[in-house]
T-cell receptor, first 110, second 120 residues
Framework: GNSVTQMEGPVTLSEEAFLTINCTYT??????LFWYVQYPGEGLQLLLK?????DKGSNKGFEATYRKETTSFHLEKGSVQVSDSAVYFC?????????FGGGTRVLVKP | EAGVAQSPRYKIIEKRQSVAFWCNPI?????LYWYQQILGQGPKLLIQ????????DSQLPKDRFSAERLKGVDSTLKIQPAKLEDSAVYLC??????????????????FGPGTRLTVL
């Protein structure tokens, strides 16, 4: 079946630090891959996506590259801000259905 | 553009009681989804609608959960009777279309703020 594995949190960082959240997946076929973010008290928002191998999704300084050979889609940001504190979810969609990972809580301290 | 609306935001009930959640998707969005998010886990799809028809309800516990989207716009999710393990956040999402196609990004799902259910 389809599944997503994310690194467990919480991840605590200082402002301007480098952030990496690991995400690996198992899927049949060639799924699209997503990162969603959930800020405190808000709904899930799409952060970025990639639809085929070697595609790089990017938004708000975050990047992730679809690596088919390692079945990974790691999220990175070079310099985090306090406002990046949130829960981040990696997800895949091989067809019509989104399958989410368990989420990684990120806390950025000033 | 207004986002996905859900109500209520919070609900506390006792086990064996009934509860209903309401969702109004973004105007013009044909596809609507209900997810269950248990604390510390990612959202799990319960059911998805295309207009007023069910596309996938394979993960909906049909002995106690039901959902409808009678006019192809807003939707109601019901639990009857509730169990302790139903405590979760229930998320509604909508997208313009079901599958990626000519409309770039048309299948992007937009989520509402969720309804937090506590079953005592």
């Amino acid at each position: 079946g389809n599944s997503v594995t994310q690194m467990e949190g919480p991840v605590t960082l200082s402002e301007e630090a480098f952030l990496t959240i690991n995400c690996t997946y198992t899927a049949t076929g060639y799924p699209s891959l997503f990162w969603y973010v959930q800020y405190p008290g808000e709904g899930l928002q799409l952060l970025l996506k990639a639809t085929k191998a070697d595609d790089k999704g990017s938004n708000k300084g975050f990047e992730a590259t679809y690596r088919k050979e390692t079945t990974s889609f790691h999220l990175e940001k070079g310099s985090v801000q306090v406002s990046d504190s949130a829960v981040y979810f990696c997800a895949l969609r091989p067809g019509n259905k989104l399958t989410f990972g368990g989420g990684t809580r990120v806390l950025v301290k000033p | 553009e207004a986002g996905v609306a859900q109500s209520p935001r919070y609900k506390i009930i006792e086990k064996r009681q009934s509860v209903a959640f309401w969702c109004n998707p973004i105007s013009g969005h044909a596809t609507l989804y209900w997810y269950q998010q248990i604390l510390g886990q990612g959202p799990k799809l319960l059911i998805q609608f295309q207009n007023n028809g069910v596309v996938d309800d394979s993960q909906l516990p049909k002995d106690r959960f039901s959902a409808e989207r009678l006019k192809g716009v807003d939707s109601t999710l019901k639990i009857q009777p509730a169990k302790l393990e139903d405590s979760a956040v229930y998320l509604c999402a909508s997208s313009f279309v079901l599958r990626p196609g000519l409309l770039k990004g048309g299948d992007t799902q937009y989520f509402g703020p969720g309804t937090r259910l506590t079953v005592l």
